[in-house]
């Protein structure tokens, strides 16, 4: 940046009275230097100052029609005071200041109030109503402008706190979701001194969101926090900002829900990420019209590809309980990739290994985030089975034991990759993928194993050849989901529970309830006592995430 600003002013006066046929086409800002401006230079490119009138064409009327559109919306919510502003230098600074402490938490208590109002939007329908004359047409989705309210501009005027929020992020929710590239979040903010997009300071907010431990004597997870994230998303979704970093959010959001069971909202707005996803085109690259563009780096690419397995993810997880509901994301092809390396993905640095797939045998070496995905891909065909009622009943019971042991192997592999010890550094990462494979081991068992309950539902009477493995599938791994308990209460206790997924929650509920059943039937003080200690667990996590105690104990 210095090198370019020494540059124009050594040139001084020899410059272009307009600017370079590049900067016009792709609305960046000219130095308009003579003979190659800065952009040009730092991009390797020709560099053309040629003012070649053009017929206006489509976009142009869209860009105009919503330039004017957004003159008579200012005029009309002008106000008395003016709009306070902040700009992406000073988040930039923020961004790279060292705070006192990154346990510190930002004074949020926003109230957005009238400053919510229902924006007016220039998408062009054409996108939806027929995607093929849109492509054909080589139409484009023009950016509205939206003014900020100073209610949430508020928010980031402290660059330190911001920077904090960012720190404790990347160093709790990002070690088991891991969506959103540091590289190129922190290029993002140091590359222009223009001002933050309203889909980044969205962005923003929910990560702090996400982020926040709620006091104990919090009435509700309904923050003032919560509340002004979801009203901010809904006023630049209405405007028509469709971004990553809006799908981000979304993400973000739900999982807040899904963490703290703020259902049904949780369930929407799970669904709703689905959507977006479809309507980005994220979720099948080759084939599907982009309404955000085409990629443009290999770290955008594997970003895009972590966000929809995100979706896919959350999509199984609040499925898990729900029975009967159809899930809102198809399965992904056997061709699909799987994420790469976590810690060389945050580094933007490209692999030399081989890609995995959803095909690849689970034998294989992967991330943890990769293994996260191929325990949402199984507990995808879990849920499939259990709300099947059509099938067959020989096929039925011959399915039903395959996804048992191909569950029961994956569980097996995964402390191959990290051991699952809470004395060892990583132990944390591996927790959402073993949860989740513990989850869809003991749906399967509760579906097989009592003939006079479960399966009258599924329509099967007679033989049932699953419930013995059911039984003592419930037995085992009722002992497993003990164990991984006790891992994880040393490894809080040690820790803190600031990094805990609200993913390991369902496992320990299953468990904890299947020993309530155990010691019923049995009378055995042991199966009391291993239910008392997974509970126990929960009570842990519940002071992080508040779903670890809505569950219902049997």
């Not at 809102?328 to 692999?351: C, F, H, I, K, S």
């Amino acid at each position: 940046m210095s090198q370019t600003r020494d540059r124009s002013d050594s040139i001084g006066a020899t410059r272009a009275p307009q600017a370079c046929s590049s900067c016009r086409k792709q609305k960046r800002k000219c130095d308009k230097v003579l003979p190659t401006c800065g952009l040009c230079v730092r991009m390797s490119r020709a560099c053309d100052y040629t003012d070649a009138s053009t017929t206006p064409t489509a976009d142009d009327f869209l860009n105009l029609r919503q330039k004017v559109e957004e003159l008579e919306d200012r005029l009309g919510r002008s106000r008395s005071h003016s709009t306070r502003s902040v700009s992406r230098s000073r988040l930039a600074s923020g961004f790279t200041s060292s705070p006192a402490s990154s346990n510190q938490g930002v004074n949020i208590l926003p109230t957005l109030g009238s400053s919510i109002q229902q924006p007016a939007t220039s998408f062009p329908a054409v996108f939806f109503l027929d995607s093929n004359a849109f492509d054909f047409a080589r139409l484009s989705i023009p950016r509205p402008q939206l003014s900020v309210p100073p209610d949430i501009l508020s928010i980031f005027e402290d660059g330190a706190a911001v920077q904090a929020a960012v720190e404790t992020y990347f160093a709790t929710v990002h070690t088991w979701l891991p969506i959103v590239s540091k590289k190129r979040l922190s290029q993002y903010l140091t590359n222009s001194n223009a001002e933050p997009n309203e889909d980044l300071l969205l962005l923003y907010l929910c990560m702090k969101l996400v982020t926040d431990i709620l006091p104990d004597n919090a009435p509700s997870a309904q923050t003032q926090l919560y509340l002004t994230s979801k009203q901010f998303y809904f006023m630049v979704e209405s405007k028509g900002i469709f971004s990553l970093q809006l799908m981000q959010a979304a993400i973000l959001l739900a999982t807040y829900e899904v963490g703290h069971a703020i259902y049904p909202a949780a369930y929407l707005s799970v669904g709703h990420c689905a959507r977006l996803g479809h309507a980005l085109g994220i979720h099948n690259k080759k084939n599907a019209l982009f309404m955000i563009g085409r990629v443009s780096s290999w770290t955008e690419s594997e970003e895009r590809r972590r966000v929809w397995w995100a979706v896919i993810l959350l999509d199984r997880y609040v499925n898990l309980g729900n029975h009967g509901h159809p899930l809102a994301t198809d399965d992904p092809n056997r061709d699909d990739y799987l994420p790469v390396g976590d810690a060389l993905w945050d580094q933007g640095e490209m692999q030399a290994n081989s890609p995995l797939y959803v095909s690849t045998s689970t034998s294989n070496p992967a991330a943890p985030y990769a293994r996260t995905c191929q325990a949402a891909n199984l507990m995808g065909h879990v849920i499939r089975h259990v709300n099947d009622r059509t099938l067959d009943l020989t096929f039925r019971f011959q399915e039903a034991a395959q996804l048992d042991r191909t569950v029961r192997a994956f569980s097996a592999i995964l402390p191959q990759d990290i051991p699952f010890d809470s004395t060892f550094p990583d132990a944390n990462l591996m927790c959402t993928p073993m949860a989740l494979a513990y989850s869809s081991l003991l749906s399967i068992y509760d579906l097989y194993s009592c003939t006079d309950h479960n399966m009258e539902h599924a329509g099967v009477a007679g033989d049932n050849p699953m419930q013995e493995i059911a039984i003592n599938g419930l037995k085992t791994y009722g002992q497993e989901v003990l164990r991984f308990a006790g891992v994880l209460r040393n490894m809080f206790q040690a820790n803190g529970t600031d990094a805990a997924s609200p993913l390991v929650c369902d496992c320990l509920y299953q468990a904890a309830a299947t020993m309530a059943w155990l010691m019923r039937e049995t009378n055995s003080v042991e199966y009391g006592q291993a239910m008392t200690g997974i509970k126990n667990t929960l009570r842990i996590i519940a002071g992080r995430w508040r779903v670890a105690g809505e569950f219902p104990y049997q």
